[in-house]
């Protein structure tokens, strides 16, 4: 399944992330702009992503279901991603598991969360150079076309120290509904409401 769509830019396709190729793309974006890897200064200035994934476990979350990528066609080179990480793989990562445990027990619109069908945003991240070109936009728009029959609702968090984050999700229909702690860090537990 390759669902190609292109987006107002030039030479950037917005699709599936389904061959190995373009997990180890995501992966190097990931890696690129962990927060650990850049100075205060870029991360204040550019932002940064902060759950750390092995390949392993990206290429695990295509077999459930596969991320959306952004890619400039150019040079074949993924240049965005939004990951798509299922309640079934709970276990398999500290930080997205405390999130989970979180959202659970949560409600939303009279809702309790747990009883809800939620996908989350296990990170997105665009890559310097392409910001501010509403690839975010592009990523999330396609992001519900693929998944809003099937999910009510997409859920992440933000870092709140990461300010450039949370606005481009807000732009993105996201809403704040709650706020975590975790390792000292504080967090906005954010939704999309699909319905």
């Not at 599936?16 to 974006?29: N, R, S, V």
């Not at 409600?107 to 975010?136: D, E, H, S």
Request: glycine share 4%.
């Amino acid at each position: 399944m390759n669902n190609n769509n292109n987006n107002n830019n030039n030479n950037i396709s917005i699709s599936l992330a389904i061959t190995d190729d373009d997990i180890k793309g995501i992966y190097e974006l990931h890696t690129l702009n962990l927060k650990q890897n850049l100075s205060q200064e870029e991360r204040k200035k550019e932002g940064f992503v902060t759950a750390q994934y092995q390949l392993q476990l990206l290429t695990l979350m295509k077999d459930y279901n596969p991320s959306i990528i952004a890619k400039d066609m150019n040079n074949n080179k993924v240049i965005g991603y939004a990951l798509v990480y299922e309640k079934k793989l709970y276990g398999r990562h500290v930080l997205l598991d405390d999130l989970i445990d979180t959202i659970d027990k949560l409600t939303y619109n009279g809702n309790n969360l747990c009883n809800c069908n939620y996908l989350i945003v296990g990170q997105l991240c665009v890559a310097k150079g392409y910001r501010g070109l509403g690839i975010v936009e592009d990523l999330y728009n396609y992001y519900k076309e693929i998944y809003s029959k099937n999910y009510e609702y997409l859920i992440t968090d933000v870092a709140r120290d990461n300010p450039r984050s949370l606005k481009a999700h807000m732009k993105s229909n996201f809403q704040i509904i709650h706020t975590i702690s975790f390792d000292d860090n504080i967090f906005d537990v954010i939704l999309w409401d699909w319905r």
